[in-house]
Each structure stands twice: as C-alpha cells, then as structure tokens.
C-alpha cells in the first residue's frame, strides 16, 4: 500500500511538472503581433515585424527625466542609443521608439512588452513594423531609417450616427475609452486603448470590425524614424 501512495504521489508530481512546463512553453511561445488592419472590409498588410524596436507610450503627465530614468532601467534596451521623445500638443501620450540590445522574436517581444506593461509609467508599448519608406506625407525624408507602428487611437464608423447602444456596449466590454466624435463625420468616432483594454489600438480596432456591429474601424498607423 505504501509503494502504492508513494507511486502516485510521484506520478502526480510529474504530471504536475509537466502542465507547468506545457503553460510555460506555451507564454514563451504566445505572438501576439497583428500584421493587418481592416480597410474597406479587406485585410489590409502593415508589413513585416520588426525585431529591433517597440514603441512606448508614456503619459504626458511624466516628465522626459522621469522617463529617461525608466528606460534607463530595461535591460533589454540597447543603452548607448539615442531615442527621441516625440510629444504632441494634440496627443495624450509621449511616444518613444527604442531599441533591444539584440534583435527579438515576436514571443520574445510579446513577453517584453508583457513584463514592461507592469511599471506604471508605462501607458502602452506597441510593436513596430518594418518599412522602406521614411518620408513624410509629403514626401520629405525624415531619417535613414524608419518604423511604422500606432498609438493607443483608434476609429470606428458607427452604421447609424444616432445609435450609440452598441458602441456603448464594445466600450464597456473592451475597457477602451471613448475620445469623442468627428464633429465633420459623425458617424465616426475616435477610441483609445491602452494597457488596461482588453487589446492594443490595432488588435482593437480590427475586434470592433469582426464583431459586425460597425461599418468601419481602423488604427492610427504613423512612421518613426529610428535612425
């Protein structure tokens, strides 16, 4: 009886190691990269990962010391690199690219952002996607190298302009907030997803289309110069 009791208590213990390694492997193999956006209804290529950069979101409310001093402390982060900390008048959060030390696979990424998410300085930090267009929208360079990647703003066009229910509804279930409406469209509405929505700007904007509740939903998509 006592092998017995000792046997299964070993087997238990085994098949106990084991689901933890499975829930292991599975976090360190989880991508949570999108690659597309809706437009029009189609899936729309943003291009190809990058596995040198991310993009954080830091509130405006933070000074450029204070976030110097958090980047400071990631060690993931190639220190002797020269970020910028772009900061719009218009725009909530400062937007900061930086760079890994060594290039990253999407599990790896996903795992850093995770883990960088937990600080609370951090607002959002997004993944970034590779381009080889590095002007502006009119066509002035902006950097030998760029990024394109998105904030925490996203649209959605609302089927009719007078019925807020679902919208309402999505918000609430998301934990996205609600920015405000186009004054000179007004079936289109301005979102934001942060670290505390159930998704970023660009998993959530293409969640609000699949659902079929509303015509249109996209995401910011800007470029950043990285170089």
């Known amino acids: 009886m006592k092998n017995l009791i000792f046997s299964i208590t070993i087997f238990t213990l085994i098949f106990a190691s084991c689901n933890k390694d499975a829930d292991i492997n599975q976090t360190q193999s989880s991508c949570d990269f999108k690659d597309f956006k809706y437009y029009n209804g189609i899936e729309h290529y943003l291009g190809e990962l990058s596995n ?30 020269e970020y910028t900390i772009h900061n719009s008048s218009k725009y909530k959060f400062k937007e900061i690219p930086v760079k890994f030390k060594a290039s990253k696979s999407c599990e790896e990424i996903t795992q850093i952002i995770s883990d960088l998410e937990q600080n609370k300085i951090v607002s959002y930090i997004h993944f970034t996607m590779q381009t080889d267009n590095c002007q502006n929208a009119i066509w ?30 999505m918000i609430s279930e998301t934990n ?20 505390h929505a159930d998704g970023d700007a660009l998993k959530m904007a293409n969640h609000f289309y699949e659902s ?11 470029k950043y110069p990285v170089e």
Request: glycine share 6%; aromatic share 10%; charged share 20%.
């Open 176 to 195: 996205t907030e609600l920015v405000g409406q186009n004054e000179s469209m007004p079936k289109w509405y301005e979102l934001s997803a942060t670290k």
């Open 52 to 81: 040198d950069y991310v993009l954080i979101g830091i509130d405006t409310t933070n000074s450029d010391i204070e976030i110097q001093n958090f980047i400071s402390t990631v060690k993931q982060l190639d220190q002797n690199y």
């Open 212 to 222: 079929g509740l509303f015509e249109q939903s996209e995401p910011s998509i800007s």
């Open 140 to 169: 002035e360079p902006v950097g030998k190298l760029c990024v394109n990647s998105y904030g925490s703003i996203f649209y959605v066009k609302l089927f009719d302009e007078n019925d807020l229910n679902d919208l309402i509804q």
